[in-house]
């Protein structure tokens, strides 16, 4: 069956250190990878996806992510994180041969301070 | 950028009551969803809508849920008679294509009394 695990349930970095959050996903086959953003009271904002070729994607806002098929895992990374990236951050999956689905993840709560 | 837009932001309704949460998805857009995501869990999909009808819909889309495009422009889910469980926050999204990237609405609380 698929499912999005992301093992981080919240995190809190410094503004300005790195960021890295985790995802991991099973799948029967390369799905389509994709990252979310939710900031208080809003919706879903896509920050960045994968559905093939390069593995290393870049999103908006500074964030990048990398596609790791032996390690199955789709992380999200940010070179330096700024006080306006605090948000719940979730990962998703689906893939147009399974279906309109897309499977969500738990999500990261992400603090940043000063 | 193009938006989905959603109404009400808010929604209070007394348990066995019906609601009607509206959606409107990007204009040249052909693929519609409705996902929920109950206080501190995961979004979670709910149905998808093609060609003027249900494509998808999981074990929470039961009986009392029913999803309409009744014109060229809007989305909606009908709850018949909700239940306290039906609180969450629900998403509308919508999309050009299979497997393409979702555009979300900021979302409609629905709080069942």
């Known amino acids: 069956a698929q499912s999005v695990t992301q093992p981080d349930i919240h995190i809190t970095v410094s503004e300005g250190a790195s960021l890295e959050l985790r995802c991991n996903y099973s799948y029967g086959a390369t799905p389509y990878l994709f990252w979310y953003v939710q900031s208080p009271g809003q919706g879903l904002q896509l920050l960045l996806k994968?559905?093939?070729?390069?593995?290393l994607v870049q999103g908006i806002k500074g964030f990048e992510a990398e596609f790791k098929r032996s390690q199955s895992s789709f992380n999200l990374r940010k070179p330096s994180v700024h006080w306006s990236d605090a948000a719940e951050y979730f990962c998703a999956v689906g893939h147009p041969n399974t279906g309109n689905q897309f499977y969500f993840g738990t999500g990261t709560s992400l603090t940043v301070i000063p | 950028e193009p938006e989905v837009t959603q109404t009400p932001s808010h929604q209070v309704t007394q348990m066995g009551q019906e609601v009607i949460l509206r959606c409107v998805p990007i204009s040249n857009h052909l693929y519609f969803y409705w996902y929920r995501q109950i206080l501190g869990q995961k979004v979670e999909f709910l149905v998808s809508?093609?060609?003027?009808?249900?494509?998808?819909k999981s074990e929470i889309f039961d009986d009392q849920f029913s999803v309409e495009r009744p014109d060229g422009s809007n989305f909606t889910l009908k709850i018949r008679s909700t239940k306290l469980e039906d609180s969450a926050m629900y998403f509308c999204?919508?999309?050009?294509?299979?497997?393409?990237?979702?555009?979300f609405g900021s979302g409609t609380q629905l709080s069942v009394l």
């Open positions: 994968y559905f093939s070729g390069d593995t």
């Open positions: 999204a919508s999309s050009g294509g299979l497997g393409e990237k979702l555009f």
């Open positions: 809508f093609y060609n003027n009808e249900i494509s998808e």
